[in-house]
């Protein structure tokens, strides 16, 4: 079961951040934060993941609460190429594999010129 | 390119027909992911495969199954084809680092 909330949609002027948020108020010690976005048909593509502490790649920047309920994926300078859907999903992983990948219903983000 | 290889990439088949999906994941990724995108809807979560054993069971009908091969490729089977079964199927190969999704087969079922 998907474990997060996030807006259904929003908005973003190109080349200012978009902040997009998730709560995952529900999540276990074990639980990693992943952030997954799909553009229209495609595969969905990995984006970055983090535990507690903020994480940064060439990507994106993911900002997650002291409490852990809650984090923040936030994309530096918006491209019109970053519309997509967003998947926010917490996910443990166990010892010799991986727990399964369940994606909710996600937030469509929309860059506008 | 995510590593991941799924065929074909495009599948038109007639109702009552049974079809093959097949899913080459990254080099050295033990578990592989099915999903199922119909139409403007959500990715639903089929099933799960680690090391050619059957890990984790979604929304999955029972007229699909699917398998994982001595050589970490999956497939996947659907048969007795219905109009609503046409949808995107994605396969992902997982590494602890993050899951890598392929294009997807479009299977259009008429």
């Known amino acids: 079961d998907a474990k997060t909330t996030q807006p259904p949609s929003m908005d973003c002027a190109e080349g200012r951040a978009a902040n997009l948020p998730c709560n995952h108020s529900?999540?276990?010690?074990?639980?990693?934060v992943y952030w997954y976005r799909q553009i229209h048909s495609q595969g969905p593509q990995y984006i970055i993941h983090g535990l507690k502490n903020n994480e940064t790649n060439e990507m994106a920047s993911l900002i997650i609460t002291e409490d852990r309920k809650s984090s923040t994926l936030i994309l530096p300078h918006a491209t019109l190429r970053d519309t997509a859907v967003y998947y926010c999903i917490v996910r443990a992983l166990t010892q010799g594999g991986s727990e399964k990948l369940v994606f909710g219903k996600g937030m469509k983000l929309t860059v506008n010129p | 390119d995510s590593g991941v290889t799924q065929t074909p990439k495009h599948l038109i088949t007639a109702t009552g027909q049974r079809v093959t999906l097949r899913c080459s994941p990254r080099?050295?990724?033990?578990?592989v992911y099915w999903y199922q995108q119909s139409l403007d809807q959500g990715l639903q979560f089929l099933i799960q495969y680690y090391n050619g054993e059957e890990r984790a069971k979604g929304n999955i009908l029972e007229r699909f199954s699917a398998q994982q091969f001595p050589d970490l490729h999956s497939e996947l089977n659907l048969s007795s084809l219905e109009l609503g079964d046409s949808a995107l199927y994605f396969c992902a190969s997982s590494p602890r680092r993050g899951a890598f999704f392929g294009q997807g087969t479009r299977l259009t079922v008429v």
């Open positions: 080099s050295g990724d033990l578990s």
């Open positions: 529900t999540i276990s010690g074990n639980e990693y």
